[in-house]
């Protein structure tokens, strides 16, 4: 199956970051991989948004890439993962979700309250974090986006394992790498006391 | 054999460093900055040299890498759509006079539009012109397409566009590096001199132009035989048929699927000259064919539909602006299926939660200038000068968005800030408006095409202030050098470094001065000084040079001389911080009753101390 994942926040908030990890770590594991990304004048702060999709391993299904999973963009409705570095961005997204999929936020608060109903109504599993608080903590709220990717990674829903994204990060990073992997597994043990159902507070 | 993800843009860098291209020149412009860079990345990795440069302008880039193809190498050129409207001079004439090297004009559009001022189709330019397309539909494609292009521009001596779009451009796709391509001869190519064609005048330009003519018909033909147009699904025994080109074919192909249908779809790499005969083929035998393509109709606009419907943009299927978003294209699919007869499957998006969405008071997420911004710092001053009634001729670059600040009042390409700003005083005094005209316009923005209407407003007594926004590098489309930084596209050093002020001054203006715009109290100054002369006896344009690297490209001025901010407690609110300085790290409390500083994005530039005139906002820890 193709995964398809959605990617948003604001301008400086590194979404566009955030994508490039999440496809290189799907390529390294053998995944053809294909993005669109924002670029420009909204980097200035607008709303930023990427697409990514992940394919079959060609080598697993003996099958090459079809042409359809080459569409830039995903329809609403059927993107299997969220992930996003604002809350208000998250619901501007929140149409891409397929019914049953997931989405990653970095909020305080979780989601505006008005969307409780259609959330259980579609079955989305929404997963906050306070990345950004985590990541200020830390040294530097520009390692919220990593923080998310490692606390996703400790949740059924993520494609992707924490060792996988370490890695990238070791062959990817040029420089702040230590920080970096910090990031990560401060999310992935955030992540991991939370996505078992026992310790849910 | 490595996999790699690469840009869309770095894609097709690599493209012309492993066709062999030798010189590559551009203008930055999204979504078509990032090409050059490629072309960098990939001459170091492999070790095959090619000439780049940023040019200082579009005409100019294209006429550089023109003089290569002369001489025999391959060369390209890299702009953005409206790019293309500054080298539409030389291009026309490139059409007719010919090549001989393999000449690609690299003009990337932008359906949406996201970045850019129009939605112009780079295909109609070329059509125009009478310069064959290469309409590639993915990172991938378009490196492939490169070959196939600079291979046809070869064989027929003509320059050959490739007209990516911003979905291609901006796209990131795995892709494999087939290993080093091998090392380039040294190259025996020379200028051959040929009157009549590098020199040719009207008389011969009649010849050239029948010349081309039949150039393009044998190219047609080529194009009817090319892989580059396919049929997929053609087995598919439907009376609805689609041709489709460039990211607009996929997401076709997607929405399809969404509905379950199974449409013979033609995709057209090679959108004109439109390869008639294999199109022609294809529509007989349907009774209806949509074609789907962006930003406009280029395919479209060529198509002999005969008997068969033809659905598309000039018959309101299609809608006639804005991008083709998977939303879209199912709609109108699914609208045409259903006036066919054919059942299709209902949409996947749930319009219950759109709507809600939709309904949601969502924060309008408008771009802004960062934090820190030297160009905040300048409008802010303006606008305390020269008030609201004041005339303000922007440009293009980071800070159009001054427009925010109510410091921006006309945009329309360019350079056009200066000569607007010349036309606004003659039209004004025509019409008897005293109103200060003050404009501004970036350093690269500047370089590019504001010297030349400086002339024009010097040389014919224009009075207005303008003020050149220096943040020394072209911010808005990620840093790349101008004219007056001292380093070239590659990291070496510059042969020389254009003084902003000496061409100011070479150009007539006889009030130049250079300020940095964080001294408010002193900008603010200069600014009057320079109205005072341009009004004075005997004035006309006065020059102030706002100098103030930007935050982003460099920020070591801020670094060294931090100046961090509190705001005190008697903040009552008022919101004119927010509102006239509009720092994105001011923030209103969610009860109104005060004003906050995020200082998860303030960078202590200490430039809002002055946005609060009630003294609320001090230098703090």
């Not at chain 2, 900055?33 to 440069?53: D, H």
């Not at chain 2, 409207?85 to 996201?114: C, K, M």
């Not at chain 2, 303000?392 to 000569?419: E, K, Q, W």
Request: charged share 20%; glycine share 8%; net charge negative.
């Amino acid at each position: 199956m193709e995964t398809k994942i959605i990617l948003c926040g604001l301008g400086g908030q590194g979404v566009v970051f955030l994508t490039r990890l999440l496809a290189n770590t799907a390529m390294a594991d053998g995944h053809p991989v294909m993005v669109s990304e924002t670029h420009g004048m909204s980097q200035r702060g607008g709303s930023v948004i990427s697409h990514l999709r992940i394919m079959e391993n060609p080598q697993t299904t003996g099958q090459n890439v079809p042409v359809l999973s080459a569409a830039p963009l995903i329809h609403h409705g059927t993107a299997d993962l969220l992930f996003a570095l604002e809350a208000d961005e998250a619901v501007r997204s929140l149409p891409y979700l397929r019914p049953g999929g997931a989405a990653f936020v970095d909020s305080e608060n979780g989601l505006r309250p008005e969307l409780a109903g259609e959330i259980s109504r579609l079955g989305f599993h929404v997963h906050c974090v306070s990345a950004s608080q985590l990541a200020v903590e830390l040294g530097s709220v520009s390692m919220a986006n990593v923080i998310l990717s490692g606390f996703a990674a400790a949740h059924p829903e993520m494609p992707l394992s924490f060792e996988s994204l370490c890695e990238t990060l070791k062959n990817t990073s040029t420089r702040g790498l230590e920080r970096n992997l910090q990031a990560l597994e401060t999310g992935y043990k955030v992540g991991s006391l939370r996505s078992i159902p026992n310790l849910e507070m | 054999m490595s996999r790699e993800i690469l840009l869309g843009n770095e894609a097709i860098g690599l493209a012309l460093v492993e066709e062999g291209c030798r010189v590559v020149t551009g203008y930055p412009g999204t979504p078509s900055s990032e090409i050059l860079a490629g072309v960098n990345k990939y001459q170091k990795q492999f070790a095959r040299p090619v000439y780049t440069e940023w040019s200082t302008n579009e005409k100019v880039a294209l006429e550089v890498a023109l003089a290569a193809t002369w001489v025999g190498l391959r060369a390209a050129v890299t702009m953005k759509q409206v790019g293309l409207n500054v080298a539409a001079d030389p291009l026309f004439s490139a059409a007719y006079t010919g090549v001989r090297g393999g000449f690609l004009v690299i003009a990337a559009d932008d359906p949406g539009p996201h970045s850019s001022q129009t939605e112009q189709d780079s295909r109609l330019m070329a059509l125009t012109a009478k310069v064959p397309v290469f309409d590639p539909a993915t990172p991938a494609e378009a490196r492939e397409m490169v070959g196939h292009a600079l291979a046809l521009s070869e064989k027929y001596g003509q320059p050959v566009m490739l007209r990516p779009t911003t979905r291609v451009c901006h796209g990131l796709q795995s892709m494999a590096l087939d290993g080093h391509p091998a090392e380039l001869a040294a190259p025996k190519a020379r200028f051959k001199k040929d009157p009549p064609r590098w020199v040719s005048t009207p008389r011969f330009r009649y010849f050239l132009h029948q010349e081309l003519n039949q150039k393009l018909l044998e190219i047609e033909k080529e194009f009817d035989a090319s892989p580059l147009n396919f049929i997929v699904h053609e087995g598919a025994s439907q009376k609805v048929g689609v041709i489709a080109s460039g990211a607009a074919f996929h997401t076709t192909l997607q929405a399809l699927d969404h509905l379950g249908v199974q449409l013979p779809v033609l995709k057209i790499g090679t959108p004109y000259p439109l390869p008639r005969t294999l199109v022609t083929n294809f529509i007989s035998g349907l009774e209806a064919v949509i074609v789907i393509e962006e930003p406009d109709i280029c395919i479209e606009l060529q198509i002999t539909a005969g008997t068969t419907t033809l659905h598309g943009r000039r018959d309101g299927t299609v809608p006639s602006a804005g991008e083709l978003t998977p939303e879209i294209v199912f709609t109108f699919l699914k609208s045409v299926l259903e006036q066919t007869g054919i059942p299709t499957s209902p949409s996947p998006a749930d319009g219950l939660l759109e709507e809600l969405v939709q309904s949601l008071p969502l924060p309008i997420r408008r771009p802004r200038l960062c934090p820190g911004c030297g160009h905040r710092s300048a409008f802010f001053s303006m606008k305390r000068t020269f008030g609201p009634q004041a005339i303000y001729p922007g440009d293009i670059g980071c800070y159009t968005l001054g427009a925010n600040l109510r410091a921006v009042d006309t945009l329309v390409d360019m350079g056009a800030s200066v000569s607007m700003a010349h036309g606004f005083y003659h039209a004004n005094r025509i019409v008897g408006d005293k109103r200060p005209v003050i404009a501004t316009i970036g350093d690269s923005t500047f370089l590019h095409s504001g010297i030349v209407p400086l002339i024009n407003a010097v040389h014919t007594g224009a009075r207005f202030v303008l003020v050149v926004l220096d943040n020394h590098t072209t911010a808005m489309t990620g840093f790349q050098p101008t004219a007056a930084n001292e380093f070239l596209m590659d990291g070496s050093a510059a042969a020389h470094q254009v003084s902003l002020p000496e061409i100011v001054r070479a150009c007539g203006v006889r009030f130049v001065v250079e300020t940095d715009p964080y001294e408010q109290q002193s900008f603010s100054e200069k600014l009057q000084e320079a109205h005072a002369f341009s009004q004075g006896d005997g004035g006309g344009v006065a020059v102030v040079i706002a100098n103030r690297p930007c935050v982003l490209y460099d920020a070591t001025p801020i670094r060294e001389h931090p100046v961090p901010v509190v705001i005190t407690e008697e903040c009552d609110g008022c919101r004119y911080c927010v509102e006239a300085f509009e720092c994105p790290a001011l923030v209103l409390a969610p009860d109104r009753s005060r004003v906050n500083i995020n200082y998860k994005i303030c960078v202590d530039c200490g430039q809002c101390i002055d946005a609060c005139f009630k003294g609320f906002i001090i230098p703090g820890i």
